[in-house]
């Protein structure tokens, strides 16, 4: 494991019936680092982020917070660690409203135990203002609203809640590019308060811009692992299509 | 030139056609007969506490079949057990039909069956162990307070029983997160369980609630007719959908009220009640509610593929 990490993930492998979908993956984020998985369709990129954020268990490996190993029944357990998900499907109940969405599995309530709606209404209000000041009329059903307004809601539930590490799988897949900008600051933002995040993305040119560490993933393989700042479009695009191994030192074989 | 009713409107004239119907209903000698209300009353409230469980368990994504059988089982067990006391038959009642839904409910969400076919396996299992144990005949309960319970004036108990379930639910469904949680299981559930809701919990505490609703309703009914009958509620899966359907449920989960499920509850019972009233043979009746519940079918399926989800 690497000292100070938020999170390890340790010799971790999925398998679904006969499909290895991760053969022993490792993978380490730290307070105030981006670090970003890229990688083919069908890499094993959204089932790594779908067993830290506690969708399924791994079939073998461990995840450990600060250092103690965990085990996620389901996503839930994963929020209890602070860690939270924008999942690429955005996870939203489209019959719901914009601050149901936003306190979904975490209502505020009253006394009495009731559904405190004006209050989630407000403070939904005011987060979702934070990212876009134009999007106030909140509470209609989701499935009404555009993709940049419900990409929104998925973002802003997400960094609402004590986060530390937020996982974010392809986040500007469904935005154009002044809202793709907009996220990019967002994630700056973040990481400047100290949250760790794992970027999920095609966008190589986003990925060195925004990470500080590029993961590459290759047929549930890790294949590479590169600093932002010393490589470029080129050698993450040749490691993402022809995929060198490490070797236990982590130096390209 | 498009007409835009208030939803209140829209419920009492058009979705469900409520309002137009009780005039039509006034050329019917004896609907507003004060007798008859009190038969329409009676016949609405043992329905109405399957209607609410059924509602629930739509919202939530599922269906039950297995209410009218359940309901029969509820109503033999209570008398069954009245020797005990009423309470002990009334908790009796309760325990049997949770069980049947949690079964049921077992089948869909562990076992990932289809709620129509999981639900059609409990209906039949539960009516046979129910002609079984009673040898196909009616077991008579004697006992004062149960019968009645089946009384009430000016109004039943069972209606007043009725209502408060009715607000209850409404109270659950739109007051606390538990509603609010089987809205969103019924629209996505695999974005509720990405949003870390126990999605098969609750959906077994939706049949399980479905279940209990129809034994009590079972219990209410036996105390109405002074015998539990192992053989009612055969047409009872087909009103509830129909009444579920016409206020605004969908089987496609996601979607229905409490208010709307009042209001189908209301024209499905003063429909049959008129065909009663005019003396229509009871098949002639079956192929109402079937057309009926046809019709809200097609209907859906005309709007699913009008509206991509």
């Given amino acids: 494991m690497t000292d100070g990490a938020l999170v390890d993930l340790v010799g971790i492998t999925k398998q679904f019936g006969g499909v290895r979908a991760l053969k022993g993956v490792d993978l380490s984020v730290r307070p105030g680092e981006v670090v970003a998985l890229v990688g083919h369709n069908g890499a094993g990129k959204s089932v790594l982020a779908q067993i830290l954020s506690g969708v399924f268990p791994p079939s073998s490996g461990e995840i450990r917070v600060g250092g103690k190993p965990v085990a996620f029944t389901s996503p839930s357990d994963a929020r209890l660690y602070a860690i939270e998900t924008i999942y690429q499907t955005l996870a939203l109940a489209d019959n719901l409203d914009a601050p149901a969405n936003f306190f979904l599995g975490r209502e505020l309530r009253t006394r009495f135990g009731f559904l405190d709606k004006k209050k989630m209404a407000e403070e939904a209000k005011k987060a979702l203002a934070d990212l876009n000041p134009n999007f106030t009329d909140i509470e209609r059903p989701v499935r009404q609203m555009s993709g940049g307004q419900r990409q929104a809601i998925a973002i802003a539930r997400a960094i609402h809640f004590q986060v530390q590490l937020l996982i974010m799988d392809e986040p500007t897949a469904a935005l154009g590019p002044h809202e793709t900008a907009q996220v990019g600051e967002l994630i700056k933002r973040l990481r400047a308060q100290g949250i760790g995040i794992l970027l999920i993305s095609h966008d190589v040119r986003d990925v060195l811009r925004l990470a500080d560490r590029i993961v590459v993933l290759k047929n549930g393989e890790l294949v590479g692992a590169l600093t932002a700042k010393d490589t470029n479009e080129d050698e993450v695009v040749d490691m993402i299509i022809r995929g060198r191994k490490l070797d236990a030192n982590g130096a390209v074989k | ?309």
């Fill in chain 2, 1 to 309: 030139m498009q007409v835009t009713l208030s939803p209140l409107t829209l419920r009492l004239f058009v979705k469900p056609p409520l309002i137009p119907l009780l005039l039509l209903a006034t050329f019917v000698d004896g609907f507003w007969s004060l007798g008859n209300l009190r038969t329409l009353a009676e016949s609405i409230s043992t329905d109405g506490l399957i209607v609410a469980g059924m509602t629930i368990v739509m919202i939530a994504g599922g269906f039950d079949l297995s209410v009218g059988a359940v309901m029969a089982m509820g109503g033999v067990t209570a008398v069954v057990l009245l020797p005990f006391g009423i309470v002990p038959a009334a908790l009796g009642a309760l325990i049997a039909g949770g069980i049947s839904g949690f079964l049921s409910g077992t089948l869909v969400t562990r076992l990932r069956i289809n709620p129509f076919i999981a639900t059609l396996a409990m209906m039949v299992m539960v009516r046979g162990a129910t002609l079984a144990y009673t040898d196909t005949r009616p077991v008579v309960g004697l006992d004062d307070t149960f019968l009645a319970l089946g009384q009430g004036d000016p109004l039943p108990y069972a209606f007043l029983i009725m209502i408060v379930v009715m607000l209850a639910a409404h109270v659950l469904l739109y007051h606390r997160p538990w509603g609010r949680h089987a809205y969103a299981v019924g629209a996505d559930e695999r974005a509720a369980q990405m949003t870390g809701l126990k999605v098969n919990r609750l959906k077994i505490e939706c049949y399980m609630l479905s279940g209990a609703l129809a034994a009590f309703a079972g219990l209410l009914l036996a105390a109405r007719l002074g015998t539990g009958s192992p053989i009612v509620g055969e047409m009872t899966p087909l009103t509830a959908a129909a009444a579920a359907l016409i206020g605004g449920a969908s089987l496609r989960g996601g979607e229905g009220s409490i208010m709307g499920a009042l209001c189908g509850l209301l024209f499905v019972g003063c429909l049959i009640n008129v065909m009663n009233l005019l003396g229509v043979p009871s098949y002639y009746q079956r192929m109402t509610i079937g057309g009926l519940l046809f019709a809200l079918v097609v209907v859906e399926g005309l709007l699913q593929r009008a509206r991509p989800r």
